[in-house]
């Protein structure tokens, strides 16, 4: 019992129990993204006992970071560390015997099979629809767990979904959202939003790493720490014509998207999927992070550095990289997907 003496007061928790303990330590978690949410998500879970975790992100840390992702210092930002790194390093000290994986990369449909088959659950801690609709199709496919989070401004939502038991994310969103997102870039966010998300979702991880997934929770759970209210409501059915947990098709997954294309030298275009955007909402929301300037045809956002023209139907011409991931990033930070 003494292994198990740093653990005693979840141990104590009777639903918890030994057991569970034993079966956490054996357990593999996947984090997609170790920003804002991911962080604290890696501390419970690390703190808590977990045997594997696997950390799933392509950013460095930057001094901006640190006022809501907790793992990090002004020392990773010092360095530019990237957050897989860094989180490594910082979650280590935390729990020595836990085993950590690192991928500086983002999840895409060509990694997610490596990067996700061995998951006993997978945690959501990306800032964009497209990559939790990639999680959505896996997670269905192959009967893994995943945990739904998200937070900008005051605001903040968490669900679970359980393959085969739960609604999926289609049955809820079946559409990717239309028009401009806020993000925290645009709208700004705040850390206690984003502590109590990422602690909600790794609560629910517990449960299912811990062989105790019947606790799982099936709410979707709001919260507007500012204005309020906070609240929590029944998940919907399955929804029995979903294209994904009922028709089985998984077109975010088997990269069936119309593709991201280079476009000339140094610039990456985005053309995804039609997706109307109101242009001077949109530069309404860039002010004062970048020259902006827009007319009726397209709207062209400048920054140190990158030159980014976005037209109305939600195509954009990233200038400054050449890397799709990159440029991916970009459009997810300062238009939101
Ligand atoms: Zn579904």
């Known amino acids: 019992m003494s292994d198990w003496e740093r653990f005693s007061r979840q141990i104590r928790f009777s639903p918890f129990g030994l057991e569970g303990q034993q079966n956490l330590a054996t357990a593999t978690a996947v984090i997609v993204g170790c920003g804002a949410l991911g962080t604290v998500q890696a501390a419970l879970l690390a703190r808590a006992g977990l045997g594997t975790l696997r950390l799933?992100?392509?950013?460095?840390?930057?001094?901006?970071?640190?006022?809501?992702?907790?793992?990090?210092?002004?020392?990773?930002?010092?360095?530019?560390?990237?957050?897989?790194?860094?989180?490594?390093?910082?979650?280590?000290?935390a729990n020595s015997s836990m085993k950590i994986e690192t991928r500086v990369s983002d999840l895409n449909p060509e990694n997610a099979a490596d990067l996700l088959s061995d998951a006993g659950v997978i945690l959501d801690g990306t800032d964009n629809f497209e990559t939790r609709l990639l999680i959505n199709d896996f997670s269905v496919r192959h009967g893994i767990p995943w945990i739904y989070g998200a937070a900008v401004g005051s605001y903040g939502i968490a669900m679970p979904v359980i393959p085969g038991v739960s609604a999926c994310f289609r049955c809820i969103y079946p559409q990717p959202p239309s028009g401009a997102q806020p993000t925290c870039e645009t709208a700004g966010v705040l850390g206690p939003v984003t502590s109590l998300i990422g602690s909600i979702q790794a609560m629910e991880a517990l449960k299912i790493l811990t062989g105790r997934a019947a606790a799982v929770r099936r709410k979707i759970f709001t919260a507007d720490l500012w204005h309020g209210p906070v609240r929590e409501t029944a998940m919907p059915p399955r929804d029995p014509d979903c294209p994904c947990c009922a028709r089985r098709d998984f077109p975010y997954l088997d990269g069936r998207r119309a593709p991201v294309s280079l476009c000339g030298r140094n610039a990456v275009q985005i053309h995804e999927r039609n997706r109307p955007l109101d242009l001077a909402e949109l530069a309404s929301h860039l002010n004062g992070l970048g020259a902006v300037r827009s007319n009726a045809f397209a709207l062209r956002f400048t920054t140190a550095n990158y030159d980014i023209t976005v037209f109305p139907d939600g195509r954009a011409i990233i200038k400054g990289t050449t890397d799709i991931g990159i440029a991916r990033g970009i459009y997810s930070r300062y238009i939101g997907n």
């Open 56 to 93: 799933i992100d392509r950013d460095y840390v930057e001094e901006s970071n640190l006022q809501r992702q907790v793992l990090y210092t002004e020392s990773d930002a010092c360095q530019g560390l990237p957050k897989a790194e860094a989180a490594r390093r910082h979650l280590l000290e």
